[in-house]
């Protein structure tokens, strides 16, 4: 389907989704670890209904309770799934996921995803269980789901280039399960947040880790087990950057509500960057709010931060003089490649844009309006119709449907704020 945003001044509050990296790992511990889990306030979209579908499939009991998870886990002992595990277009349940399945004692597992998935690199990580005592391959050769997963992970040592931090975050999740102790080297490490975030779910779980100041080696300890999950889920910052972004632009005014500062998603640097832009924000009890501020380009190192890159192009569009995106080369490996195809579209509206290997330089421009395409990519799209309500004449965005992933409700937050938008079946 299609989204018709015409140009619009957005005033008022947004209410932020769950965060989906915090639901994710809250799912995939809570269904490891020994007991009932409490899962308050989860995201509810189609990656996280994925990795509570992969969690199901290895045994773990998980009811909805509408605000509530309610979740029955496996002790660390997944059972053989019944049926191919499908995780559709979440690479973070289908790499977490492989490493769980790792943990069987006996049968396989065999995993697929929709085709962005089926295109995302799993070699590293599949070698990296490989080394720990587990066997696991592409069924194409090609590092690239499907892949079938046999157990056992019996610890030792391996090394893995993190493209990617889901491929370290998937090790520190399931290692300390394992049958030995675990040494991990990352001789390079993209979305060090994504780490860290990790780190801190472990240490609130009691888990053992040891890891250099700089995250390049880690020390695992095997013959773990995870006590049960009580936890609420904060706000999403990857989600709330198209609001947080919006709030900045020609005469808006936008407070984005359940986010906490404190928390380790790394994409709260996004607040950081809009400050550097000039933007006006305000931390208020209730939320984050931004008000339009004459906005300048600048250099930003969205390393740590790939899901940003769509929404901070679009700003830049916006922005007297240069915005360079830099030190980003992981984002052309996401659901699709967003420097690509940020510059493919931004450019159809007449942007000054150039692309570079690791990201983008983007001029102040004037947008015109016209069709775009999403490329079924969650962040693509949002990023879009936050442009579409600063571009006279408006703009249609073909795959509207692809927000689901991670933003059910986007379509109601732009309303709720005074978007003129709508739905074009």
Request: proline share 5%; charged share 20%; with cysteine.
């Amino acid at each position: 389907m299609n989204l018709v945003v015409e140009r619009s001044s957005l005033k008022g509050s947004v209410e932020i989704p769950g965060s989906k990296s915090h639901t994710i790992r809250a799912v995939a511990i809570a269904a490891l670890a020994k007991g009932e889990s409490i899962i308050e306030e989860p995201l509810v979209s189609e990656d996280a209904i994925a990795a509570f579908r992969t969690y199901r499939a290895f045994g773990a009991s998980i009811e909805d309770e509408g605000r509530i998870w309610r979740v029955s886990g496996i002790d660390g002992a997944p059972q053989t799934p019944d049926n191919i595990i499908d995780t559709a277009n979440s690479g973070t349940t289908m790499r977490i996921g492989l490493g769980s399945a790792a943990l069987l004692r006996k049968g396989l597992a065999v995993f697929t995803g929709d085709d962005q998935v089926r295109r995302r690199p799993c070699g590293p990580l599949v070698q990296a269980l490989n080394d720990l005592g587990a066997k696991a391959q592409s069924t194409r050769g090609t590092g690239t789901p499907p892949i079938v997963v046999e157990g056992r992970l019996r610890g030792g040592e391996t090394s893995i280039e993190a493209v990617t931090s889901q491929y370290v975050s998937s090790l520190l999740i399931n290692t300390p399960l394992g049958d030995g102790d675990t040494r991990l080297r990352v001789p390079l490490l993209n979305e060090k947040p994504y780490v860290e975030m990790t780190l801190d779910w472990l240490k609130r779980q009691g888990i053992r880790v040891e890891h250099a100041e700089d995250l390049s080696e880690f020390h695992i300890p095997g013959g773990q087990s995870y006590p049960p999950v009580q936890r609420r889920i904060p706000g999403d910052f990857s989600s709330a950057t198209f609001f947080l972004a919006a709030g900045a632009l020609g005469g808006n005014d936008v407070t984005s509500n359940g986010l906490d500062l404190t928390d380790t998603q790394g994409d709260k640097a996004v607040v950081d960057y809009l400050r550097q832009m000039g933007a006006d924000i305000v931390i208020e009890k209730s939320g984050i709010r931004v008000k339009t501020a004459s906005l300048t380009g600048c250099e930003i190192d969205l390393n740590a931060t790939p899901d940003a890159l769509p929404m901070m192009a679009v700003t830049g569009c916006f922005a007297q003089g240069t915005t360079r995106l830099v030190n980003v080369p992981q984002a052309r490996l996401k659901e699709t490649d967003r420097i690509a195809m940020m510059h493919k579209e931004l450019e159809k509206l007449g942007a000054d844009i150039t692309e570079l290997p690791d990201g983008l330089i983007i001029k102040e421009s004037t947008l015109h309006s016209g069709i775009v395409e999403g490329h079924g990519d969650h962040r693509i799209v949002m990023a879009l119709a936050i442009a579409g309500t600063r571009i006279p004449g408006g703009l249609t965005i073909r795959g509207y449907e692809a927000v689901s992933v991670t933003f059910p409700t986007f379509l109601y937050a732009l309303h709720k704020l005074g978007a003129n938008a709508r739905i074009q079946e």
